[in-house]
């Protein structure tokens, strides 16, 4: 990336504050969730669980946009969250990632993280990476740029003034290009993509930041039918080395994915279980799927 200015919308990446769980380290990278885990410390996991959301509600102006939420992602675990809109999805998402605050409840990442009690940056150190539905890279710089951005180094100035990649980040940047298939574009300018890649380049950044905990907010609307078969294959390689939410509304992509799934209705967990079971759940059926 020498010779190419850094986009000025993100400012955070110029200045990467340490992690510290009780001090305030600023605003969330909004578009891509991107931050390093700088703590040292690997995350507690000991009893099988990644994410323990419990007794969670957040009202806004009265409304209850999340109602004693309970939940609970296993270690890596794909998990796919269904439900009619205005249910509480993007709220759910928001309280993980930081970026709302519940009213009530408690969010654990690991045994020991209060996420209630950290900024959206910390967070994103911790090791929770978010997607949003609308893909937002770097459009002037290269695919292997921007996954260069990405990487999960020193983002102080004078750092990046100096930096030249290792042979160590050339073959991770080269592995990410592999897994989301964009090898052959590496050098192709990233606004020239189409949607689906430019899905998958985002996906690759938070890959490069090796997050232990993915959130997947609609990640195949909008794709042809192969870029959404290749986006099966490739959650379910990345299931096992990470923790996957992914919020869909595509039921066939669903199926083609989820062991187990999470319905929400109303800001609480209407039911759960494998599709099948939820598809035959009445009340789903009720309130979201129809007869």
Not at 46 to 55: Q, V
Not at 109 to 127: C, N, P, R
Not at 171 to 194: F, M, N, Y
Request: proline residues 4%; charged residues 25%.
């Amino acid at each position: 990336m020498r010779g190419v200015p850094l986009p000025a919308v993100h400012p955070e990446f110029m200045m990467e504050p340490a992690y510290d769980p009780h001090q305030d380290a600023g605003s969330s990278r909004d578009a891509i969730g991107l931050g390093m885990r700088t703590d040292g410390k690997a995350l507690n996991t000991r009893h099988g669980t990644i994410l323990t959301l419990e007794d969670i509600s957040v009202s806004f102006d009265g409304f209850k946009a999340l109602n004693d939420l309970n939940l609970y992602i296993g270690v890596g675990e794909l998990r796919c969250i269904i439900g009619p809109n205005g249910a509480g999805k993007t709220t759910m998402m928001d309280v993980i990632t930081g970026k709302t605050r519940p009213t009530a409840g408690k969010a654990w990442f690991g045994e020991t993280l209060d996420l209630t009690d950290m900024s959206e940056v910390q967070i994103a150190q911790a090791g929770i990476g978010r997607k949003f539905q609308k893909p937002t890279v770097f459009e002037a710089l290269s695919v292997f740029e921007n996954l260069e951005l990405a990487q999960k180094t020193d983002k102080s100035v004078w750092a990046s003034l100096r930096a030249r990649l290792s042979s160590e980040q050339k073959d991770r940047i080269d592995e990410v290009l592999q897994t989301i298939r964009l090898s052959p574009s590496a050098h192709r300018q990233a606004g020239l993509l189409s949607h689906g890649q430019k899905q998958f380049l985002e996906i690759g950044m938070l890959l490069m930041q090796d997050p232990q905990l993915l959130l997947l907010d609609e990640p195949v609307a909008g794709m042809t039918d192969a870029e959404t078969e290749f986006t099966a294959e490739l959650f379910k390689t990345l299931a096992g080395k990470h923790s996957l939410m992914v919020v869909e509304h595509d039921m066939g992509f669903v199926g083609s994915i989820a062991d187990h799934v999470t319905v929400l209705h109303q800001g609480s967990v209407l039911a759960e279980g494998s599709l099948e079971q939820v598809q035959a759940d009445d009340r789903v059926i009720e309130v979201y799927l129809g007869r």
